[in-house]
């Protein structure tokens, strides 16, 4: 059994916390919000973040954005400085990655090692425990971590140094806003010409335009049960978090001089649908909205 802190109990971390402590961990939680503290069956509930990280083995955070994780462990209040130093850290948040790089610096001049791991798979994947980690960081570290990450993902992969998780993680979810849009704009164009949507899907997934959003994750309504498109968008990936974790692609594409037209593009077709129909807190498959012909 592994004594693990886990900060962060959001509509990710709570589900999380849940698994670990399913697989037979020592898990002492720490949220603002007293209320998901215990909510997580089994966890131990603390009064503080560095209460938390107290003598445990592994610590994990799972916040909004890199302010938020920077503030927890370099922050004027921060706990690393009262970690101990063999407490393996890992960050699940999905952030820029110089913050992710500047925080690991941090945490091997005091001594412990950090991984930043954010995850792919969403809500589901946390409940299931089918999450995909996604992890910079040492070698030796990671393969510290995969006993602990296992618990909660079915996939692990190593990207490369510290920082580099988060690289990966902000090109995943370009293409998958890129894809999600493009699928939303042919359906839309089939529709507006009389096909039947659900036909139309079948023939673009079995030819060369199949891709994850179509195949799995369709965003018109009523063609696939079980995907938030089926329930008026509502639950699954927030609009406002792809819009978030495509401002952090743009902030990487400018700091490498990179050039991202289509994420451009993605990126100003999900602001300007959530300020046209207040969707920031629809599942981003909603972006289907922006393309439909009112009735």
């Not at 409940?127 to 296992?150: H, Q, S």
């Not at 894809?179 to 899907?201: F, K, Y």
């Amino acid at each position: 059994m592994t004594t693990i802190g886990f900060a962060g109990l959001g509509n990710m971390g709570s589900p999380m916390a849940a698994n670990l402590i399913a697989a037979g961990h020592d898990v002492r939680v720490f949220d603002l919000v007293e209320d998901l503290m215990t909510n997580v069956s089994g966890a131990h509930p603390q009064t503080s973040a560095a209460a938390a990280a107290a003598g445990v083995d592994v610590f994990i955070s799972m916040l909004p954005a890199g302010r938020h994780v920077e503030s927890l462990y370099i922050g004027d209040d921060g706990i690393l400085s009262g970690m101990s130093k063999s407490t393996l850290i890992i960050d699940c948040s999905t952030i820029d990655p110089q913050t992710a790089q500047r925080v690991a610096a941090a945490a091997k001049a005091h001594g412990c090692q950090m991984l930043d791991a954010p995850v792919s798979g969403g809500t589901g994947g946390a409940i299931n425990g089918t999450l995909t980690f996604i992890v910079g960081g040492d070698a030796l570290a990671l393969e510290r971590a995969r006993p602990v990450l296992g618990a909660m993902g079915a996939n692990i992969f190593h990207a490369g140094a510290s920082g580099a998780g988060q690289i990966a993680k902000i090109c995943n979810n370009m293409l998958l806003a890129i894809q999600m849009a493009g699928t939303a704009e042919a359906l839309a164009l089939g529709v507006s010409n009389g096909l039947d949507p659900a036909v139309l899907s079948q023939i673009m997934k079995e030819s060369s335009g199949g891709n994850w959003a179509l195949n799995v994750y369709n965003p018109y309504p009523g063609v696939m049960s079980g995907v938030p498109a089926s329930r008026n968008y509502q639950g699954g990936f927030l609009v406002d978090l792809m819009i978030k974790d495509l401002g952090l692609a743009m902030q990487t594409a400018l700091a490498s001089r990179s050039s991202v037209p289509l994420g451009s593009l993605a990126n100003n077709l999900f602001r300007l649908h959530e300020q046209t129909a207040d969707a920031g807190q629809l599942d981003f498959s909603s972006i289907q909205k922006l393309y439909l012909r009112k009735k």
